[in-house]
């Protein structure tokens, strides 16, 4: 087959795949995004209840006064603290999942509106004409053989482009992930002190300051790792192979720390907790990255194969 027909298929072939791709991922970043959007909204007129629930129970009346004096009353303030606390974690989570949502779909709907797929489908339609015509005029074995191995090249650096995609973003959630477990390894340690050897105000300060700044650190790895499980599902359309992260190990870190967040003992334990749930989506991070690396260079040796033979052809 004539080497500018191969070229302009191979162009064409991955143009179009790209605004597939693009495409795909906008109406699945929509969808997630309403989900997302019902459940900030939710969340939000959960914190207003709780915090209703403080200021009533903040205010003067007899049954809050008969608490206060038969000792009940720092019991329940400090149960409706607690629950204000857990209700603001959660939500701030889910507006900050809607945040990045919002900027997800705003940059990808600007490159669905590209100029480079404006149009690829007519530009597709004038080339099946072309290739038709060609095809009758030279239709041989060779030629027939050579169309094959155009068509199965375009297929592999395809697949090969949304394996380095892919991995890329493993690699970020990767290096996401470690961050978080850093920051969780310190808390982990200031609050090994101050539950077991007595640390005092300023330890328990540093420790929820550490707490504090993992929040913001485990969101960024969550959102790493929902990019890429969005790049492995592209790997996976164009493969047989699964490549799958542990969803059951991906967790909202709002859900580890709130039951009893003022018991020294209850925080250590979740903050551990929290440390050997990240550490098992590494792990599987690392399994699925292993896997990529493994297909990437198969589809680097097919397309090896594929240029051998082609050149085979075309010298014989």
Known sequence: MGNSIQERQMELTMRR???????????????????AIQLRDRLQQQLSKEQQDVIKLGKFSFANKWKEWSGKW?????????????AELKYNEAAKTVTDLEADIARLREQANHVEFAYVEE?????????????????????????KIADDRVRVRSMIRE????????EKALRALDK???????????????????????????????MDGSD????????????????LMDVQNIVTESFKVNQNDIFTFTD????????????????????SKLNAVLQDVRRVQTQLGRKRDESLEELRR????????IES
């Not at 530009?123 to 169309?147: P, S």
């Open 306 to 313: 594929l240029d051998e033979q082609e050149r085979t052809i």
């Open 180 to 210: 978080a477990l850093d920051k969780l390894g310190n808390a982990e340690g200031l609050s090994m002190w101050d539950t077991f050897l007595g640390g005092g105000l300023i330890v328990s300060a540093l420790k929820y300051s550490e």
């Open 163 to 170: 394996i380095n995609e892919a991995y890329e973003a493993g």
């Open 17 to 35: 795949n790209e605004r597939n791709r693009v495409i795909r991922r906008l109406d699945g970043a929509e969808a997630q995004l309403k989900d």
């Open 216 to 231: 913001d650190l485990v969101h960024r790895a969550q959102r790493a790792l929902r990019h890429y499980e969005t790049e």
């Open 256 to 275: 580890i720390f709130f039951d009893n967040i003022f018991s020294d003992w209850m925080v250590h334990s979740r903050i551990s907790d929290a440390k």
């Open 123 to 147: 530009d597709w339609a004038d080339f099946i004409k072309e290739k038709e015509t060609w095809i009758r005029q030279n239709d041989t074995d060779a030629n027939r053989t050579l169309q």
């Open 74 to 86: 720092d019991v329940q303030m400090e149960k409706e603290i607690n629950e204000v606390a857990e």
